[in-house]
Structure formats: C-alpha cells, structure tokens
C-alpha cells in the first residue's frame, strides 16, 4: 500500500501556515545517511516537518513537489517512519540549549568511553569474578582520561 500524496500535501501545507524557512525531511531508504552533523544542522532549524511513511512508503512525487531532504537512519527497512523520526528528533534535541541542562552533559564534548562501572568494585556473577579496571579506582584523573580515550578510539 502506497500512500496518496493529496493528503500529506495537504497536511505538510496546513503545518507551514504562513512559516518562512521549514526543514522538510522525508524518510527514504536512499536518502542522506542522518550523522551528528546533521543532527547539529537540524539544532539550529526553528520549524522541522517529518514526512513518515508505513508499508511501502509514500507517492515520491511529494518529496519532489516539497523539496524535501531525504534522509536515512541505517542500511535497513523499517514498517514505518515513526522510530527514525523519534531517532533523529532525540539526536538533535540534545544539541538544542537547555535541553540537557549543561553543555558537559553532550557526549563528543566529554571525555567519556563506551564502558561505564558502578559498585561493587568485583561483581560475583555465577560464581565467576568481574572487576572494575583498576585504573578507575585508581583516582588519577590523567590516567583515567588516557583509559577513556583509548576505548573511545583514541580520540
């Protein structure tokens, strides 16, 4: 089942109004591959319409009448439009001021890793042992960042 385009241009037309400057974003399988930098692009739009599909998707038409930005999440096909709407909308809302409460809080601003540790220090688990690095108890804070940079990639 394709959706007609009548209706979506009829909604996408009543969501402008009389707006200057929308982003218009519709999902495609062959659209632009959604990074952080577009997430950081979007930040700064004041007015962002998600055209989602479901099934088959929508007459492609109502992407070349709205001009709108094709985008993708991934290499794969979803049943609808929906969860990379919220995907991108999640993505870029961290980069809108204010919504995190502090700008420390923004992961590519930080020195973070992809492995975090609370208590115990050793987890039992199943009769077998695992521990904290060593490193992150260690309270040398130089060391600690080499840690997390080095898991990070060596950023």
Not at 42 to 69: M, N, P, T, W
Not at 74 to 103: C, H, M, N, Q, S
Request: charged share 30%; net charge positive; hydrophobic share 40%.
């Amino acid at each position: 089942m394709v959706l007609r385009p009548e209706p979506i241009l009829k909604a996408v037309q009543k969501a402008i109004g009389r707006k200057k400057n929308v982003q218009i974003i519709f999902f495609s399988t062959d659209g632009a591959a959604f990074d952080e930098a577009q997430a950081k692009e979007l930040s700064k739009k004041k007015d962002i319409i998600f055209i989602c599909g479901h099934y088959e998707g929508i007459d492609a038409r109502v992407q070349k009448i709205l001009k709108a930005k094709k985008v993708s999440v991934g290499p794969y096909v979803l049943t609808g439009g929906e969860l990379p709407a919220a995907t991108i909308i999640d993505a870029v809302a961290r980069f809108v001021p204010g919504v995190l409460g502090k700008a420390e809080s923004l992961e590519a601003s930080r020195v973070s890793s992809p492995e975090v540790y609370t208590r115990p220090e050793t987890l039992v688990w199943k009769g077998k042992k695992y521990k904290v690095p060593a490193v992150l108890l260690s309270g040398h804070h130089g060391k600690i960042d080499e840690w997390k940079n080095k898991k990070r990639g060596g950023c």
